[in-house]
């Protein structure tokens, strides 16, 4: 079943090719939908498009091993020639970073960047050509895989750069670079900076942003789900129209992620309507078990489903590379959903039936709507004598309901008539004022 839902088909195409590496090893290490064979060949012929020479001869000596047999390569002169080139791109590169390193330099520059590439071109005979053989050694880093050095080069040219689309460009592999070394604090503002940079940027044409806002979403995936504060981010970013409309036109296997940050988010009841309304709109178009278990509870009121796929849920979170961390709290989260939910429609509840609806023993299944009465703070009793939970439901009759909607329009009717009261004395003044003291024509 799981297989099905795998997304790392639909996600490559939108990663740059050093972050498919993780997703390819988190199927390999768990043995997931590929054969290690298949999974071992897809990272050997991926590798081939970087200049990482020795992960290239590990991968090539592991198919060999595996009785694959993926061609001769030539890796002794290659890389000669990788090294050949790492040494000339890290002797340009040095001549700008001894002179911006400098203290005095340093104590020199100002904000404004024209103001300093000026100051380093009368002072030091710089040219943005030599500042540029900084973002080059950065980019070159980066397809050797050291990653560190390439975040290094990218932030010292962007802070000297003044070519936008370069400095676009660095920024998005400053970003990958900081994922890929782990450093979600560096990443988690790489992430806020770059969306700004996206959202005011005035690209070619508008599907030329939309690409670029697809390619942001995949990407902050993996900080968002390793960042303490991703999952307030997430739904705050993936929640705004643009984004939204990004999800639905391009990659609406998003919603997956989006409806897991908003169960497990600590302010989901403000954010469950808006996630209701976008599922069922986009029900035609993507559906897996995270999203059908929210269908099945907000949208059908069917429980016995949303069980159902709430166990799904499970094995497609295990199996998902952003998700599987976040599984044992969705679960939790999701029990919480469908008693509330429960709670709210029923006025006497079997404690023994909303056990088996959260797939939980008796035992287990009492203490959890106890804890949840008391933690919720849901105006109800627990009779223990017949095992049923009694809810007091507050309902206001019809008439209340007619005489406070009453009270409403009053309300507001007086407020108008003021505002209309206001504006005519206002006028009448305003006359009286020009009767008093006429205008004359020179």
Wanted: glycine share 4%.
């Amino acid at each position: 079943m799981a297989a099905q839902y795998d997304l790392t088909s639909k996600m490559i195409p939108f990663l740059d090719q050093h972050l498919v590496f993780p997703l390819l090893e988190f199927l390999e290490i768990n043995e997931l939908f590929y054969s290690p064979s298949s999974l071992l060949e897809a990272r050997y012929e991926l590798s081939l498009k970087t200049n990482m020479i020795d992960f290239i001869d590990k991968l090539h000596g592991d198919l060999v091993n595996a009785g694959v047999a993926p061609g001769s390569i030539e890796s002794a002169k290659r890389r000669e020639e990788i090294l050949e080139k790492l040494e000339a791109s890290q002797s340009e590169a040095r001549k700008v970073l001894d002179v911006i390193e400098n203290p005095d330099v340093i104590a020199a520059l100002r904000q404004d960047k024209l103001q300093n590439l000026q100051f380093l071109k009368d002072n030091y005979g710089m040219t943005p050509e030599m500042i540029q053989t900084l973002y080059k050694f950065g980019q070159f880093q980066y397809s050797c895989g050291n990653y560190g050095g390439a975040a290094d080069m990218l932030y010292h040219y962007r802070v000297l750069s003044t070519d936008d689309n370069l400095g676009l460009s660095a920024l998005w592999g400053k970003l990958a670079s900081e994922i890929l070394v782990g450093n979600w604090e560096v990443a988690f503002e790489a992430v806020q900076e770059l969306k700004e940079n996206i959202d005011k940027t005035h690209f070619p044409s508008a599907l030329h942003q939309l690409e670029q806002r697809t390619w942001f979403l995949h990407w902050s995936l993996f900080v968002f789900f390793n960042h303490p504060k991703g999952r307030d981010a997430v739904v705050d970013l993936f929640l705004q129209p643009a984004y939204i409309n990004t999800i639905q036109t391009s990659c609406p296997w998003i919603l997956r992620y989006l409806t897991a940050a908003v169960i497990t988010n600590k302010r989901r009841k403000t954010l469950v309507k808006d996630l209701v309304k976008i599922i069922e709109h986009e029900s035609y178009q993507y559906r897996d078990p995270v999203t059908e278990f929210v269908e099945a509870l907000y949208i059908s009121f069917d429980f016995d489903l949303a069980k159902k796929k709430l166990v799904e849920c499970e094995e497609v979170l295990e199996n998902d590379f952003f998700l599987v961390a976040v599984q044992e709290e969705f679960i939790q989260n999701a029990r919480c959903f469908i008693s509330e939910t429960y709670c709210r429609i029923h006025q006497k509840i079997d404690v023994a039936e909303l056990s088996q609806t959260l797939n939980m023993s008796k035992e287990e299944g009492e203490k959890w709507i106890v804890n949840l009465i008391r933690d919720t703070r849901v105006d109800a009793k627990i009779d223990y004598k017949e095992n049923t939970v009694l809810m007091n439901t507050n309902t206001t009759s019809v008439y209340q309901q007619i005489i406070e909607r009453t009270k409403g329009l009053s309300f507001r009717s007086q407020v108008l008539a003021t505002s209309i009261e206001k504006r005519e004395a206002a006028q009448a003044k305003a006359i009286q004022h020009e009767k008093n003291h006429p205008s004359t024509e020179a």
